[in-house]
Structure formats: C-alpha cells, structure tokens
T-cell receptor
Framework: GEDVEQSLFLSVREGDSSVINCTYTDSSSTYLYWYKQEPGAGLQLLTY?????DMKQDQRLTVLLNKKDKHLSLRIADTQTGDSAIYFC??????????????FGKGTKLSVKP | NAGVTQTPKFRVLKTGQSMTLLCAQDMNHEYMYWYRQDPGMGLRLIHY???????AKGEVPDGYNVSRLKKQNFLLGLESAAPSQTSVYFC??????????????FGSGTRLTVV
C-alpha cells in the first residue's frame, strides 16, 4: 500500500543547514508537499514540487526530488529557532476513488538549538 | 480570509457522551477531510468527502460518523465517546485537483479529552 516514510527527529544548531528526508511509494504522484506544524497549531503548506522537477528553491528552502529513488528532501538554510516545528512530507494519490487525496508521513520534529 | 474554521477548539467529554465537531471552509473547496493526530502516529484519516452529500471512510473510521449536507461544512460526530478518542482533530479542505498542486488547507485543530 501507499506509505510515506520520514525520520522522526532531527536536531541542529542555529545557523546550520537542516535536511529533512522523505521516501514515498506512488511513482505517479503529480505533486509532493512539505507542511510545517508549529506547536499547538494546524499544518501549514510550506512548499511543494511538481513531479517533473528535480529542484525547487524558495528563499531559505530548497526541495530536491529524486523520482528514480522516490526520495524527497527539504533543506532549510541558516536554520533559526523559529524553524523548530514538525515537518510533514505528503504525496498525491492519483488513482481510484481516493484520487486527489494526500498521504502524509508521520512527521519529522526539528529542534533548533541556540 | 478565514480559510478553514474548526469549532470548538477544546472540549472535555465524559465516557459515553456524544458531541459534534464542526468544520467550515469559505474557499469553495470540493474535498474535505477529518484527521486525528496522536503522538508518534502522525495524521490518520478518519473520514473524507469529495463533494456535497458524499462521505467516505478513511483509515480509522470506527466510532465516528460524518455528514456533508452543505458544501462548506463537514461535521464529525462521536456518538459514544471513549478514552481512546482523546486526540487532536484536524479538518482540512482542498480543490481535489491532482493537477493543481494546491494541497490541503488545515484548520487549527480541536483538542478533545475523554475522561
């Protein structure tokens, strides 16, 4: 079945780069997403990448997509304490009655130490 | 500019009581979803709807019912609450267009405790 895998925890020092990794299963996914959840809040769409792209950059965020290995990563440059949150990877289902639904990973908790 | 609004934000129930969680969206989204979030379990899909008047079961539907009588509202009901339903509940909505890349818009959550 469909599954999205992420490591559960990542700890970095302020000013370093953070790299959060994700593997997914549906090779037909059209879009892949990164969501951010701050403590006590809902999930907010951080960025997304279309499946025909290898890379997308948006200010401090860089998304890399390796379709062959079904691997997605999110790099945060110059990580700040305000980046401490849970980051969820998600892929799009493109078949059956669930077409359009997203499958989420369990989330990676990023802790940024001053 | 409200997006997705969930009410209530917090609730404490006694075992066996019933309640309804309300989700409202003002973005004319076709699809709506109810998730629960528990520590270490990520997001688990309870029920979803692909349009007004339709509902479908997700990964963990037992003990919950839903209704989508109006396009903008998606209600989640607990008929007889159990301590295992203590969780944070999130509603989300989307255009449901796999080609659009719009993703989901989430509400801020309802923290439910069943004692």
């Amino acid at each position: 079945g469909e599954d999205v895998e992420q490591s559960l925890f990542l700890s970095v020092r302020e000013g370093d780069s953070s790299v959060i990794n994700c593997t997914y299963t549906d090779s037909s996914s059209t879009y892949l997403y990164w969501y951010k959840q701050e403590p006590g809040a809902g999930l907010q769409l951080l960025t997304y990448i279309f499946s025909n792209m290898d890379m997308k950059q948006d200010q401090r965020l860089t998304v890399l997509l390796n379709k062959k290995d079904k691997h997605l990563s999110l790099r945060i440059a110059d990580t700040q304490t305000g980046d401490s949150a849970i980051y969820f990877c998600a892929e799009t289902l493109n078949y059956g009655g669930s077409q359009g639904n997203l499958i989420f990973g369990k989330g990676t908790k990023l802790s940024v130490k001053p | 500019n409200a997006g997705v609004t969930q009410t209530p934000k917090f609730r404490v129930l006694k075992t066996g009581q019933s309640m309804t969680l309300l989700c409202a969206q003002d973005m004319n989204h076709e699809y709506m979803y109810w998730y629960r979030q528990d520590p270490g379990m990520g997001l688990r899909l309870i029920h979803y709807s692909v349009g007004e008047g339709t509902t479908a079961k997700g990964e963990v539907p037992d003990g919950y019912n839903v209704s989508r009588l109006k396009k903008q509202n998606f209600l989640l009901g607990l008929e007889s609450a159990a301590p295992s339903q203590t969780s944070v509940y999130f509603c989300a909505s989307s255009y449901g267009d796999v080609l659009g890349g719009y993703g989901y818009t989430f509400g801020s959550g309802t923290r439910l405790t069943v004692v």
